[in-house]
């Protein structure tokens, strides 16, 4: 059976092969390496007065992505960003990475190949060293295992745990721009390609709207973490997390973790356009794909202070906007919908639509 044998080039290269060639590509090196790939273990130093972050996240194929919705280069990337984005979201600077594949047999030596070139351009753009990992054969699916480390001074990292009373709850960025680029892969749009000819398209959606949702597209396939915004921060966020699964799981999380209770306005959640765009085209709620969507990656905190003069030089062009405040402490969080009502703010987007 031609599944249960690697494609001819990977079989040539053969797991050795493979791992020399990552280590003939990833070549920089963030401070700290003392030794990378090619021994049992990496060796890594964390400078003087600060502390090692470390995070894991898994990316498997079917579940977290699928093949030719984006490029693999962008897949490469993504699986990086993902686990960048929680070390921002500590306040830290990413510094180590381990890269653990399984690689089924059907997949080409060109796409690992230009996996790798996503993976490691993502490596050189955040200060990354690809310091090691593991490489086996899957028997179903790409796996992708990514294993980050960052550093952050002493007792500096920013908690989930830290939101009082008073506090303002922010976000960076505008929201559900991933969420809404999700539904147009859902429907068959691809990034740099033609609106497809078999795929509807209302005669609302125009040339604004159409390049709307390929900003969806590409927030979904390549989303950018935070990095210089979280380390901004320190100083200034009491808790933060980053946007992986929406506002109302996410804001939930930094609640329970604080022991206090939030209470967000519709009104003041930046909803992206194509949020709105997909929303309409899907029949759904863009204030809800914007909550709820999730794979934002952008940052979520509680501050008491005015967060943009921390951010004025970081991240000059990064939004930031209040969308709530911290009422109590206690658990849980309130949507105010611009109706007046008040509803919980819960995963689920159905139990706050209008
Ligand atoms: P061991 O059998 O001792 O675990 P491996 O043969 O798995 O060693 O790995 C050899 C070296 O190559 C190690 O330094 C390991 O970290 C590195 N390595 C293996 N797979 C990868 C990979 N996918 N990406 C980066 N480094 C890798
Ligand atoms: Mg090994």
Known sequence: ????????????????????????????????????????????????????????????EGV????????WDALGRKSLAVNVSDIAAMGGAPRHALLSLGVPGDLSATHLEQFLDGFISGAEAWGVTVAGGDTCRSAAGLVLSITLTGVVARSRAIRRSGARPGD????????????????????????????????????????????ALRAGLAAHLAPTPRVAAGQALQ??????????????????HLCTESGVRARVSARDVPVHQAAHVAARWAGQDALALALSGGEDYELLFAAAEDPLAFLRHAAPELPVTAIGRVEARGSGALLDLPSGEAVPLVGGFDHFRA
């Open 1 to 60: 059976m031609s599944h249960d044998r690697s494609a001819p080039e990977l079989a040539a290269l053969g797991e050795f092969g493979l791992i020399d060639r990552i280590r003939r590509r990833a070549a920089f090196q963030a401070p700290g390496t003392v030794l990378g790939i090619g021994d049992d273990a990496a060796i890594l130093a964390v400078p003087a007065d600060h502390e090692l972050l470390v995070t894991t996240d898994m990316l498997l």
């Open 168 to 211: 303002r709850i922010w976000v960076t960025g505008q929201l559900g721009a991933a969420a809404a680029g999700l539904v147009a892969l859902r429907r068959g749009l691809r990034p740099d390609e033609a609106w497809p000819s078999d795929v509807d398209r209302p005669a609302w959606l125009g040339p604004t709207e159409e390049s």
């Open 235 to 252: 100083g200034c966020a009491h808790a933060m997390l980053d946007l992986s699964d929406g506002v109302a799981s996410d804001l939930g």
């Open 64 to 71: 977290h992505f699928r093949r030719g919705w984006g490029s």
